[in-house]
């Protein structure tokens, strides 16, 4: 069984990094290739980003009780092909009702995707290998992303629309390549028994909505993902372009030394990450991305010492980078260990709601602060947030079983 759950998980993780590196090829250059290089607008590009948010939003909902009544495999298979069918789309779209339907299709393909690979990462791993198992996930998508972002750097230009359908293309065989990949793997027997559908399963957002632990993570989930990934594209982009006064090159070198420091700290903090309570690691992430903020805020004061201003705003990409690697072992392990056995499904797609959302309001908020030139009431919000992040997790810890908590130190704990 172990062996046979081992080289399942390994098909997915291939698949999932493949998926990634495609993904990569395109996310850096949509918004250029739709407002510039087909012509349609930077309205028509907001359009097009908004799109993506708004077709997750519609169909996560649904997405929980499908993947808990059918397994995740057929939920995984339909978002691919349904991602590469978009993909596919945008790059051979022309004018702005059809990248708009590409990009409800493929953001509605890959927001089923993402909960359904979370629970096969759950059905071919055990507890005591679960958190391995999402760091090594997280690794790849963000080692996948940086390298097909440095391939497509490469193949796209400007000046041939061409290339741009290229670019899209790639990404569209490499979401195929992963329906391939996964359609492949032998799930374990025991996977597919708890697939069946139950009462429980069936009760869906009912019992969901009853677990007081459940929703705590939600809401702690909610704040994080506002306080850093819905920032990046927006407010801290704004505040390292006006306020710190870096150029949009160096911005570029501050998310490679976030993938650089995620790449890097995963595997190297993972032992120490994966021994200790999962409640208190997210703790300690708030604390670390609150000095991230006071170091984003800090840049923006040091006046003409402009490499010193540089060194501060990389180094907060870097920070936050370590924490996302802190994250990966212990969020989405804490998720799949609250969900009941036959509502695997239910948590993830809630959560991936929930993820959904706080990066939808996140860019929107940072957007309209920078707009209105409030820079230092938006570092102290965040400041705040982050903050937040620590007293919520200690207070969700309170409410977690050693199960949940801290499954490598169970023995000793209950001890």
Not at 31 to 48: D, E, H, I, K
Not at 260 to 270: D, G, P, R, S
Not at 290 to 311: E, K, P, Q
Not at 349 to 371: C, I, R, Y
Request: hydrophobic share 55%; glycine share 10%; proline share 5%.
């Amino acid at each position: 069984m172990t062996t046979a759950m081992g080289a399942a998980l390994r098909r997915i993780q291939l698949g999932n990094a493949l998926s990634a590196f495609g993904n990569g090829f395109t996310v850096p250059f949509l918004f250029v290739y739709v407002s510039q290089v087909r012509g349609l607008g930077a309205g028509t590009a907001g359009v097009v980003l908004s799109a993506f948010a708004v077709a997750a939003l519609v169909v996560l909902p649904f997405t929980g009780r499908t993947i808990d009544r059918n397994g995740p495999l057929p939920v995984l298979l339909a978002g691919a092909m349904a991602s590469a069918v978009g993909a596919l789309g945008f790059g051979l779209a022309t004018s702005a009702p059809l990248v708009i339907a590409a990009s409800v299709v493929m953001g509605a393909g890959i927001a089923v995707m993402q909960p359904a690979l979370a629970t096969l990462i759950v059905w071919c791993s055990t507890p005591a290998t679960r958190s391995r198992a999402f760091a090594t996930q997280f690794f790849l998508s963000n080692l996948g992303l940086g390298i097909g972002g440095l391939f497509g750097g490469l193949l796209v230009d400007t000046a041939r629309p061409g290339s741009f359908t290229l670019l899209f293309s790639v990404e569209a065989t490499m979401f195929v390549v992963l329906a391939a990949v996964v359609a492949s793997v032998r799930l374990p027997r025991t996977s597919r028994m708890e697939a069946a559908p139950t009462e429980r399963a069936a009760s869906g957002w009912r019992a969901l909505l009853r677990d007081r632990a459940m929703i705590q993570l939600c809401v702690l989930g909610g704040v994080l993902f506002f306080a850093c990934y819905g920032q990046f594209e927006s407010g801290l982009s704004a505040y390292a372009v006006e306020v710190t006064k870096v150029s949009p090159s160096t911005l570029g070198i501050a998310l490679a030394a976030n993938t650089a420091a995620i790449v890097v700290a995963q595997f190297l903090i993972l032992r120490p990450v994966e021994r200790r309570r999962r409640s208190r690691v997210i703790a300690a992430v708030g604390v670390l991305w609150a000095v991230a903020w006071v170091v984003a805020g800090l840049s923006g004061l040091v006046g003409d010492a402009h490499g010193i201003a540089m060194a501060m705003l990389i180094s907060t990409y870097a920070l936050f980078g370590l924490g996302e690697a802190m994250l990966s072992p212990a969020v989405a392990p804490l998720v799949a260990d609250m969900a009941p056995e036959r509502m695997v499904g239910q948590y993830n797609s809630a959560f991936a709601l929930v993820k959904q959302l706080a990066m939808a309001v996140g860019p929107a908020v940072g957007g309209l602060m920078a707009g209105a030139g409030m820079y230092p009431q938006y570092i102290v919000m965040l400041v705040a947030c982050s903050l937040g992040v620590t007293v919520l997790s200690l207070r969700l810890g309170r409410r977690l079983t050693v199960h949940q908590d801290a499954p490598l130190t169970e023995p000793v704990l209950a001890a």
